[in-house]
Each structure stands twice: as C-alpha cells, then as structure tokens.
C-alpha cells in the first residue's frame, strides 16, 4: 500500500510533538523527515519520491499558511496536512480552499493523521506519474518532423486527410503516410488518442488554418 520511497516531512516547533508524531509514522514504516520551523524546511531538498507535508498553522515568525501560498506561487505542488492546537474554523476553511488535505486539531487521533497521510502521498504519487507521462509524451513530440507535426494538429483538431492535403498543398496520399508515421512515433494506437496527446500537449488552442 505504501511506496517504500515516500516521505512525510513534518514541520512543528514542538519537539515532543514531532518525536510523537516521528515514531508514529515509523511505526508504520513511513519515512518521516522533521523540521523545527518553516526556514530549516526551504534549507532542505525535497524527496524524490512520493512526498506529503504535516504542517503546524502557528510556527514563529511564518506561518504555515504564509508557506502554504509561497509553495503555490512557487508552483511547488505538495500535498499539505494542516495540525493546529488551535480550532479556527475561518483559518481552515482558507486552508483547505488553497488545496489542503486536512486540518486536523491537536490532539489528533492518530488513525485521522495516518488516513490524511495516506491520501497526501497517493495524491502526489498520482502527480508525479503524470507528470512523467507527459515528459515522455513531449519527448516523442519533440521527435516529429514539422510536416508531421503539423498534420498531426491538423487530424486532432478533425481535419480530415483530404482537407489536410488542400489546406497545405501535397497529395492526400502523403498526408496519410506523414499521419501514419507520427501516429507510430507518438505511439498512438487510434486517431482519437492522438487527438488526446495533443490535448494533453496543449497543441489545440489555435485553430488550424482552412481554405
């Protein structure tokens, strides 16, 4: 259930809470890296594997909602678990409206903590694969001649073959062998999932141009 390469960081500036919460997780063989405050975490590298962060709202100086927003300006996309010792209903709506897992009120029960943690990590581990997915998808775009690539554009947006041929001028013969050879490189097993590559690829926000 667990990937052996996720990590949970834990900001508090308790130390008996981050010793609790250290040896709980590690009971249930989660990785656990602990921060005293918000600097010692942007002093450190992230992980590279599957990665959630439990949060205290009320640190010294910073806040955990003042780096929940400097995360998301900084598009650093981790799943966040808010612990606070203080219940303030306005502060976690704020929190959870900017993409938080879960606000959890000290004392916590421990189940409730380790189901948010469980969900903070799928999340990313979710991301992170997509992510990939498209770091190859692009790869494979990248390797498309510029005739292929543009007729490939062409086939998402529901051009068909004989229409391609006219709007740029080539046989519809050689439309079709150029349609057929990125279809191969892109890996697509079907006219309609290389319409979704190229949507995913954000290739179909201008429209083509027709005669």
Same mark, same amino acid.
């Given at each position: 259930?667990?990937?052996?390469?996720?990590?949970?960081?834990?900001?508090?500036?308790?130390?008996?809470?981050?010793?609790?919460?250290?040896?709980?997780?590690?009971?249930?063989?989660?990785?656990?890296?602990?921060?005293?405050?918000?600097?010692?975490?942007?002093?450190?590298?992230?992980?590279?594997?599957?990665?959630?962060?439990?949060?205290?709202?009320?640190?010294?100086?910073?806040?955990?909602?003042?780096?929940?927003?400097?995360?998301?300006?900084?598009?650093?996309?981790?799943?966040?678990?808010?612990?606070?010792?203080?219940?303030?209903?306005?502060?976690?709506?704020?929190? #959870? !409206?900017? $993409?938080?897992?879960?606000? /959890?009120?000290?004392?916590?029960?421990?189940?409730? =903590? %380790?189901?948010?943690?469980?969900?903070?990590?799928?999340?990313?581990?979710?991301?992170?694969?997509?992510?990939?997915?498209?770091?190859?998808?692009?790869?494979?775009?990248?390797?498309?001649?510029?005739?292929?690539?543009?007729?490939?554009?062409?086939?998402?947006?529901?051009?068909?073959?004989?229409?391609?041929?006219?709007?740029?001028?080539?046989?519809?013969?050689?439309?079709?062998?150029?349609?057929?050879?990125?279809?191969?490189? #892109? !890996?697509? $097993?079907?006219?309609?999932? /290389?319409?979704?590559?190229?949507?995913?690829?954000? =290739? %179909?926000?201008?429209?083509?141009?027709?005669?």
């Amino acid at each position: 259930m667990l990937d052996p390469n996720s990590t949970v960081l834990v900001i508090d500036d308790d130390p008996d809470l981050r010793a609790s919460v250290g040896r709980l997780l590690r009971s249930v063989g989660i990785t656990v890296e602990m921060f005293g405050s918000i600097a010692d975490f942007l002093g450190s590298d992230l992980p590279d594997g599957p990665t959630c962060l439990v949060l205290d709202v009320r640190l010294p100086g910073q806040s955990g909602l003042d780096l929940q927003r400097e995360l998301a300006d900084a598009n650093r996309e981790l799943p966040i678990i808010f612990i606070t010792g203080h219940g303030d209903i306005p502060m976690s709506v704020q929190a #959870m !409206k900017r $993409g938080a897992i879960e606000f /959890l009120t000290k004392p916590f029960r421990d189940q409730d =903590l %380790l189901d948010a943690i469980q969900l903070g990590l799928s999340r990313d581990r979710v991301r992170r694969e997509s992510e990939k997915d498209l770091v190859a998808l692009r790869e494979r775009f990248s390797s498309l001649s510029p005739r292929e690539r543009e007729i490939m554009i062409q086939v998402a947006h529901g051009r068909l073959s004989k229409q391609i041929a006219h709007d740029i001028g080539i046989a519809e013969a050689t439309v079709k062998v150029h349609r057929s050879r990125a279809m191969h490189k #892109m !890996k697509a $097993g079907s006219l309609p999932e /290389l319409g979704r590559m190229a949507d995913k690829l954000k =290739l %179909l926000h201008d429209k083509p141009q027709r005669s």
